[in-house]
């Protein structure tokens, strides 16, 4: 979240060089279906000695996560008004000063509903965990709930009762967190 706000801010209000490029390099991560990455990744992966560890999944998830974030933030910081930022800085505050105690600040219900949205992929993800991840203790929830279908008959019971637990956590936390993923959802919508 912090990565992708900074580089948001970068590409929306500051005049950095290659901003066109960046942009582009950015948004090409959008357009890369997750599923040619598959093979490559777990090869790069195995180098690593980071299969069948939770940790492995970090980077997958990073990389295809960024890019969204990237371009939901980037629409909201292009709203905030360039005359705050001017304001800020001739009372002194540098560009650190400014994304911190400004910009992030007015951009909490972008980062909210960003947050949400990116933990329920994450939280749902199956792809990469089926493959990343080998051994029972180190499977998410969506791998897990595997276990409760076999070749010749099913747990539907099981089954339902792991969806249950599986979507509790990120129900309760969208309930808590609704209003600012409302507001967040459409800040970034109209110009003006």
Do not use: C, H
Request: overall charge positive; glycine content about 8%; proline content about 5%.
């Amino acid at each position: 979240m912090l990565l992708s706000a900074m580089l948001a801010y970068a590409l929306s209000k500051l005049r950095i060089r290659f901003r066109r490029t960046l942009m582009f390099a950015v948004f090409l991560g959008l357009t890369i279906p997750i599923y040619i990455t598959i093979v490559p990744v777990f090869i790069m992966l195995r180098g690593f000695g980071l299969t069948d560890n939770l940790l492995g999944l970090v980077g997958p998830y990073l990389a295809f996560g960024i890019p969204f974030t990237v371009l939901v933030l980037q629409s909201f910081f292009w709203q905030v008004p360039d005359e705050l930022i001017e304001a800020a800085k001739i009372d002194g505050a540098g560009e650190w000063r400014v994304f911190f105690t400004l910009i992030l600040p007015l951009s909490l219900p972008a980062l909210v509903t960003v947050a949400i949205l990116d933990a329920v992929a994450t939280w749902n993800e199956f792809l990469f965990a089926l493959i990343v991840l080998n051994s029972d203790a180190s499977k998410t929830i969506p791998v897990g709930l595997l276990n409760f279908q076999g070749q010749f008959a099913n747990n539907n019971t099981g089954l339902a009762a792991g969806i249950l637990i599986a979507v509790v956590p990120i129900l309760v936390a969208y309930v808590i967190l609704q209003r600012w993923i409302v507001g967040g959802l459409t800040a970034g919508a109209t110009k003006g």
